[in-house]
Nanobody, 127 residues
Framework: QVQVAESGGGLVQAGGSLRLSCAIS????????TAWFRQAPGAEREFVAALKWNGLATTYADSVQGRLTIARGNAKDTTYLQMNSLKPDDTVVYYC????????????????????WGQGTQVPVSS
């Protein structure tokens, strides 16, 4: 079955950087769009960034544009989220997800489109 696993979370100071990784197993990685979402306590899950299945297109939430980068990782079947200039407001749990629609043209920003999710990784940002 498809498994999604995030790693790389941890305490970081405001203004600092952190890279989260997402490993996806159980199917051909390069055929499916992947995305990162985040969720604060008591809030809805929020779209952060998405990567097209072929690695050639990305889309970002306005709130993170220019600070976060999603791309394929160097390790096999991984996606990473590079986060720079972190703010205390970025202190939430980050989730990696992947679609169940093979080679969908435009990665979606809607969480309900994504069929497989990781357990999430916490990113505390200290002020």
């Amino acid at each position: 079955q498809v498994q999604v696993a995030e790693s790389g979370g941890g305490l970081v100071q405001a203004g600092g950087s952190l890279r989260l990784s997402c490993a996806i197993s159980g199917r051909t990685f390069s055929n499916y769009n992947t995305a990162w979402f985040r969720q604060a306590p008591g809030a809805e899950r929020e779209f952060v960034a998405a990567l097209k299945w072929n690695g050639l297109a990305t889309t970002y939430a306005d709130s993170v544009q220019g600070r976060l980068t999603i791309a394929r990782g160097n390790a096999k079947d991984t996606t990473y989220l590079q986060m720079n200039s972190l703010k205390p407001d970025d202190t939430v749990v980050y989730y990696c997800a992947t679609e169940d629609n093979r080679q969908r043209n435009n990665p979606s920003r809607a969480p309900e489109v994504y069929a497989y999710w990781g357990q999430g990784t916490q990113v505390p940002v200290s002020s």
